[in-house]
């Protein structure tokens, strides 16, 4: 019998990553997306299917965690086994510009979707998208067990969803996870995130197309990891036979300052020529530190990681200046 997922946040960088990892895996797969005037799907281009074909199992619905009544239709209609609650305004420093608007889609939705998931009567296992910046100002390294202290708008919705998620587990006997996930980039991630930005300028900067760089913090330590194994984590937490919670990292630390360093040298590149620092970037409260302890993960789930930060940022730069190239010829046929 063929599983069902519900995802939200499906056109994102995780949502893309885990459709396509549940679509090899035999699953029937229905995602959440916003009505906008442009089109928001790239990066599901490469599972796309044809809407007429009648064995296709990728199914998109318009709506909006903001809307409670769609959620509890959508969901009986679809009776899914697995949800994964991945939508979010996901950018900290945006979070502090936008802190009611965080609140209410990062953290409130959260609360919404569970509550639209007892309303319906399904009995799905739902996946909660947690995060480290719920843990802020506590030093590393950060486990399951690791006080929280979120420092931004966004880290306090996040723990908003953590904590209703708990709740709706021990109140109701709901299969609620939370997956606390450390950064993990990709060539998916989005241009405004910081280690996307940098490999996005580094293309530029070698193509003759930009000659600065500006950033904000360089010493912030960071967890990075690779999205595509951290779906992987998020597959295997609704298949654990209980419902408990996760913390996915590499334990392994690098500064903003390292993964720049590494991603102009890959190209050949000596960053300190064209990296600026610009205070706008800065937050408001900083986390200094956030590195990761997976050994729960390792010891109940058999998950670990394989691609660390050095080989994650060659991985970025080397998808940036091919997806340049590719741009630049696509214009070129078009001249001609």
């Known amino acids: 019998m063929t599983s069902t997922a519900f995802l939200t946040g499906i056109t994102g960088q995780d949502g893309s990553y885990l459709a396509e990892l549940l679509l090899e895996k035999g699953y029937e797969v229905h995602g959440l997306i916003r009505r906008s005037s442009s089109f928001n799907t790239g990066r599901l281009d490469d599972v796309y299917e044809d809407p007429h074909d ?34 979010a305004q996901s950018h900290v420093r945006v979070s502090f510009d936008q802190p009611v608007f965080t609140g209410d889609v990062t953290g409130i939705a959260a609360m919404r979707l569970l509550e639209a998931v007892r309303a319906a009567g399904v009995g799905s296992r739902i ?64 241009e405004t995130f910081v280690t996307r930005k940098v490999t996005r300028a580094v293309a530029r900067i070698k193509a003759g197309m930009q000659k600065e760089l500006y950033l904000g913090n360089l010493d912030a330590v ?44 890959h190209a050949g590149l000596d960053w300190r020529e064209h990296v600026r620092y610009d205070p706008r970037y800065e937050r408001p409260t900083e986390v200094d530190a956030l590195i990761g302890d997976a050994t729960k993960a390792k010891t109940l789930l058999g998950w670990e990681p394989s691609v660390r930060t050095p080989e994650l940022a060659r991985i970025m730069v080397d998808a940036d200046i091919q997806l340049l190239d590719d741009e630049l010829a696509g214009r070129l046929v078009r001249i001609d």
């Open 54 to 87: 009648p064995d296709r199992r990728l199914f998109l619905h318009y709506g909006d965690l903001s809307d409670g009544v769609s959620l509890i239709n959508l969901l009986r209609d679809i009776n899914p086994d697995e949800i994964y609650n991945l939508g």
């Open 222 to 265: 960071r967890d990075w990891g690779y999205a595509p194994e951290y779906v992987e984590a998020m597959w295997r937490m609704l298949q654990h036979p209980e419902p408990e919670d996760f913390v996915i990292a590499t334990n392994t630390a690098y500064t903003v300052r390292d993964f720049v360093e590494l991603a102009f040298e």
């Open 127 to 190: 996946y909660q998208a947690s995060s480290s910046e719920m843990f802020g100002a506590t030093p590393p390294p950060q486990d399951e067990l690791t006080p929280f202290y979120p420092r931004s708008p966004y880290g306090v919705a996040k723990l908003y969803a953590y904590w209703a998620t708990r709740n709706y587990r021990e109140a109701y006997g709901v299969f609620a996870v939370n997956g606390i996930l450390f950064n993990h980039e990709s060539p998916r991630r989005g």
